[in-house]
């Protein structure tokens, strides 16, 4: 039973354009979210961060959106970069173990 | 080094081979987690370690052995894979599991079961 979804496996978007990268959970235990970024032949690298007591949460061009009654996790790129092309993951926390999505991987064209 | 280190970065065994996977970090992390990345399905979780105990098998099969001799190093027992098997297998470090953090990953094993 996935808990963590990612109903997009792939997005496009020109370079300097907002990025948006969608990800649901079913779990109301779930009490810390993550993006991961991951390149090929690469493990996947922290990017950002939000508790669940947030619905926010801002670093540069990427901010992560919580919707708590929805269930429902965004990060969005703003303005997207061609090295920002890569497989993001969504992942959520409760107790010992953090739960991934299956990932979006992003291209953004120059 | 920093940071998470796995070796080998690919690796091909035989059904009836024993090889290990090992995983360091140079965090000061005091948690460290194995998972398997297969195509198209997200990382599922094998093994959490908190202070080198295992706190988390999730119903891994016994041909998966780890070992967590410290809080810096992790292995990974391979013996009689299958096929199947083959994936991705990534290491992973925190402070503290079940602590509000981010997780660290390595590169990762490119492991062929042939």
């Given at each position: 039973?996935?808990?963590?979804?990612?109903?997009?496996?792939?997005l496009?978007?020109?370079?300097?354009?907002?990025s948006?990268?969608?990800?649901?959970?079913t779990?109301?235990?779930?009490?810390?979210?993550?993006?991961?970024?991951k390149?090929?032949?690469?493990?996947?690298?922290?990017?950002?961060?939000?508790?669940?007591?947030?619905?926010?949460?801002?670093?540069?061009?990427?901010?992560v959106?919580?919707?708590?009654?929805?269930?429902?996790?965004?990060?969005?790129?703003?303005?997207?970069?061609?090295?920002?092309?890569?497989?993001?993951?969504?992942?959520?926390?409760?107790?010992?173990?953090?739960?991934?999505?299956?990932?979006?991987?992003?291209?953004?064209?120059? | 080094?920093?940071?998470?280190?796995?070796?080998?970065?690919?690796?091909?065994?035989?059904?009836?081979?024993?090889?290990?996977?090992?995983?360091?970090?140079?965090?000061?992390?005091?948690?460290?987690?194995?998972?398997?990345?297969?195509?198209?399905?997200?990382?599922?979780l094998?093994?959490?370690?908190?202070?080198?105990?295992?706190?988390?098998?999730?119903?891994?099969?016994?041909?998966?052995?780890?070992?967590?001799?410290?809080?810096?190093?992790?292995?990974?027992?391979?013996?009689?894979?299958?096929?199947?098997?083959?994936?991705?297998?990534?290491?992973?470090?925190?402070?503290?599991?079940?602590?509000?953090?981010?997780?660290?990953?390595?590169?990762?094993?490119?492991?062929?079961?042939?």
């Open positions: 039973d996935q808990q963590v979804k990612q109903n997009s496996p792939s496009s978007v020109q370079e300097g354009r907002i948006i990268l969608n990800c649901d959970y779990n109301s235990m779930f009490d810390y979210f993550l993006w991961y970024k390149y090929p032949a690469e493990g996947p690298t922290f990017l950002i961060s939000i508790s669940s007591i947030k619905d926010k949460n801002e670093d540069g061009r990427f901010t959106f919580l919707n708590k009654s929805a269930k429902h996790l965004s990060l969005h790129i703003v303005p997207s970069q061609p090295g920002d092309s890569a497989v993001y993951f969504c992942a959520a926390m409760t107790g010992n173990q953090f739960y991934f999505g299956t990932g979006t991987s992003l291209t953004v064209i120059p | 080094e920093t940071g998470v280190t796995q070796t080998p970065r690919h690796l091909v065994m035989g059904m009836t081979n024993k090889k290990s996977l090992k995983c360091e970090q140079h965090l000061g992390h005091n948690a460290m987690y194995w998972y398997k990345q297969s195509a198209k399905k997200p990382l599922e094998m093994f959490v370690y908190n202070f080198k105990e295992q706190t988390e098998n999730n119903s891994v099969p016994s041909r998966f052995s780890p070992e967590c001799p410290n809080s810096s190093h992790l292995f990974l027992h391979l013996h009689t894979l299958q096929p199947e098997d083959s994936a991705l297998y990534l290491c992973a470090s925190s402070q503290v599991a079940g602590l509000n953090t981010e997780a660290f990953f390595g590169q990762g094993t490119r492991l062929t079961v042939v």
